[in-house]
């Protein structure tokens, strides 16, 4: 598995909101290292009121499991992470 965290394009002005392919291009060029690897999946993380990059991955064929599986991501961090860790069994 290998993991991108805090992928974020940054535009200059609301003028360079889309249609440079910038998206496009960073995305297709992540499936195509994955393919390369044997990867058989690709997972993004999507809040929900960001309604342009949800079409845009669904224009692109994504499959939006929230609804449909009834999936949800869940998140361990800093101290529950640590907490979580401290409760492993010795090796």
């Known amino acids: ?6 992928v974020l394009l940054e535009r200059r002005s609301a003028s360079d909101r889309s249609g440079k392919g910038i998206g496009k291009g ?3 060029k992540v499936a195509e290292v994955g393919k390369k690897k044997q990867c ?3 997972h993004l993380t999507v809040l929900d009121w960001n309604t342009p990059a949800r079409d845009f991955y ?23 992470l640590d907490n ?3 409760e492993a069994p010795e090796d």
Do not use: E, P, W, Y
């Open 58 to 80: 669904a224009a692109k064929g994504a499959q939006d499991l929230t609804a449909s599986k009834g999936l949800h991501i869940l998140l361990f961090d800093g101290r529950d």
């Open 26 to 28: 960073l995305m297709s």
């Open 1 to 6: 598995m290998t993991c991108f965290n805090d």
């Open 40 to 42: 058989v999946r690709l």
């Open 84 to 86: 979580l860790a401290n």
